[in-house]
């Protein structure tokens, strides 16, 4: 019954015509940005965070997470008509959904993904439903040296799921951590790395550094090579997908949600993994699997209701932990201490309108995107045609000034510059940002977590706890894993040679 | 090897041995009571590892494989992004001396230029009403004070 009340208080909660407006804005800016290839959620959310500081936390934290999921849903549109993903959760759509519209058939796969995403975005907002207050309560028996497992568990997993070299992935770890370091020492207070500099004594801040590597850097990526956009000119008409459609993309569409959701959860897999995974499963199923990658239904239903799957999963371990899954959840992160929250296991107990308000209007904000979406399309789709040396001026400003309105400090957006060109470097370098910013966001809590447990005098005391052990064992499972196959390969490769 | 790895490894080296030098001059503390120095004097010492385990892991590559690709995307691409990266630094230095508006007015008008924009007219219409747009968002709409300058608005 407790379920059904909260529930209840939720949708009152949500229902209120502020936090009705702001989930609708938070949903449109998302569409919008997804749509637009260059700018993702992370910067977005990012520049919106200063303005958020003088709302209300629920109306805010409504907001942010409408950009989040809604990013997901505007991002099909170009992965499908322009063959550019808008959003790095839509790369795997484009396989198929570009070949769809090739075929005349843009209209059903625009139209299976906005399903596809509805039902993926409420299924998983049902397990996030379900799954935030189990976790929460299994956390309060959580004590540092859990915590500090926990957050070992989290990075190794990022470095572990990076697309390009482990090895990579933890130098950008390691350094994340370091960055971390500059500022006050959480427990003495003293400072550390300051040169002296105020704008570093409380740290460098979370907001300009993600401003700088996910906007920034991104920006500068595309305008060394500008993004050449050729829409495909075809009249959409039928968005609504057939019954063999349906028919094909109903399990497809399940599957999706099952995958985006757990994997969601997993810290570090984003929104880009699920996709990837539910792509390679539902080929993996096919009766036809030669035919994936010339525009079949299921290849656009399962990755767009897996991304949109994810959003929900990523937010469990956020507000039932504390513990940012991803990127985006750091930068949510921001929002939430912005408004004096800590997100973690008492926030459902202390927060019940924020905790259950955010869940309904994530309802809410799905329903609105699905009637939004396909009748808009066609807006999106103009919004296409903007060249991008128009585009990326206007949001070059708008980090410019979002950084700016932070602390009204000149030197944060001087830290976001050199973020940026970081940003840009480690692009070209082939090194990745999910790391290093997870391990920025995480750092000052691991760091604190990993001195308390020490101060119980035993430095083993994180193998001698049962669920501490576990998670770190896992960690170096997950690290050694790549290298005992490596060695496999090239043993193989040498016997190969010597026959 | 690669150029770039060998570039990136040796930067990741280098920032190692500065954070595991620069630690050292706080107090460290031992596994029992750790001091503020600690955990960065480690941090430092395994980035300084991975660094060398890196280097190493390609140098060993270049036996097995010689390859040579372009760096830029697009020759001379490097000269737009210096460039968008020097406006956006001379702007932030400006912005409180000028104020938003003119320097909103001008970093729009030479990022359109650098972005290859022939028509004057279309550049200051754009940075106009970009600047009239930043004053009604961000200063009526959400009260957020930014520097005026030498503008009284």
Known sequence: MDFISNLVLGFNVAFSATNLFFCFIGCLIGTLIGVLPGIGPVATISILLPGTFGMDPVASIILLCGVYYGAMYGGSTTSILVNIPGEAGSIITCLDGYQMARKGRAGPALGISAFGSFIGGTGSILGLMLMAPLLARLALKFGSPEYFALMVFGITMVTFLCMGSIIKGLMMAVAGLLISTIGQDPISGSTRFTLDRMTLMDGVGLVPVAMGVFGLGEILTNIEGVIKKDIFETKLKGLLPTLKDWADSKWPIVRGT?????????????????????????????????????????????????????????????????????????????????????????????????????????????????????????????????????????????????????????????????????????????????????????????????????????????????????????????????????????????????? | MKYSDLISGIFWLVIGLLFTIWSTHYQIGNLMRPGSGLLPLGLGILLILLSLIFLLGQAKKSFLENVKEPFFTKPGGWRKVAYAVLILILATFTFEKLGYLLTIFLLIVFLMLGAEFKSWKRIILAAFFTALGIYLVFVLLLEQPLPRGLLRY
Request: glycine share 10%; aromatic share 12%; hydrophobic share 50%.
């Open chain 1, 258 to 499: 099952l995958i985006g959701f757990f994997l969601g959860i997993l810290p570090g897999s984003g929104t880009v993994i699920p996709t990837f995974i539910s792509y390679a499963v539902e080929k993996r199923l096919s009766r036809h699997p030669e035919k994936f990658g010339t525009g079949v239904i299921e290849g656009v239903a399962a990755p767009e209701t897996a991304n949109n799957a994810a959003t929900g999963g990523s937010l469990v371990t956020l507000l039932s932990l504390g513990i940012p899954a991803n990127v985006v959840m750091a930068v949510l992160l921001g929002g939430f201490i912005i408004h004096g929250i800590q997100p973690g296991p008492l926030l459902i107990t202390k927060h019940p309108s924020l905790f259950w308000g955010t869940i309904a209007s994530m309802y809410i904000g799905n329903g609105m995107l699905l009637v939004l979406n396909l009748p808009l399309i066609g807006i999106w789709v103009k919004l296409l045609k903007i060249p991008y040396n128009i585009l990326f001026p206007l949001i070059l400003l708008f980090c410019f000034i979002g950084v700016y309105t932070l602390n009204n400090n000149i030197y944060e957006i001087l830290i976001m510059i050199i973020f940026g060109v970081f940003g840009y470097l480690m692009r070209k370098f082939g090194f990745e940002g999910a790391p290093f910013m997870l391990a920025m966001v995480l750092g000052p809590m691991m760091e604190i977590n990993f001195r308390q447990s020490l101060l119980f005098g035993d430095p083993f005391t994180f193998f001698k706890r049962p669920i501490s052990a576990t998670l770190l064992i896992f960690s170096l499972f997950l690290l050694i894993t790549p290298l005992i196959s490596t060695i496999a390969r090239k043993r193989k490769q040498l016997e190969q040679l010597e026959d």
